[in-house]
């Protein structure tokens, strides 16, 4: 069973930046990053596989960045510009595949979350 554990989320102005993590228990090959606004489907924001490849939502390039640090078994998502749209609490999800996506079903491993606001 692999645990995930998110944290960098909270309250932020427009225009500011926020830095969430993801700490795995163990090594895992593709990590991704979702969001969910009250209201709203939960969607994809990006992903990465084992060797750095990245896949962002349209919506969410330019402005966010995804890394992994395979050492520390850790996934960063790093928000800029953020606007009252990005409120949502985001969740980090991984599997052992091959290829990372942005479809939810893809991933059997998922963390409890992290709230992210941003006030106008």
């Known amino acids: 069973q692999v645990k995930l554990v998110e944290s960098g989320g909270g309250p932020v102005q427009a225009g500011g930046s926020l830095r969430l993590s993801c700490v795995a228990s163990t090594y895992i090959s593709t990590m991704a990053w979702f969001r969910q606004a009250p209201g709203k489907e939960r969607e994809g924001v990006a992903c990465?596989?084992?060797?750095?490849?990245?896949i962002y939502v349209d919506s969410m390039k330019g402005r966010f960045t995804i890394s992994k640090d395979n050492a520390k078994n850790t996934l960063y998502l790093q928000m800029n510009s953020l606007i009252p749209e990005d409120t949502a609490m985001y969740y980090c999800a991984a599997d052992f595949r091959r290829w990372a996506t942005v479809v939810a079903g893809d991933y059997g491993y998922w963390g409890q979350g992290t709230q992210v606001t941003v006030s106008s």
């Open positions: 990465i596989d084992s060797v750095g490849n990245v």
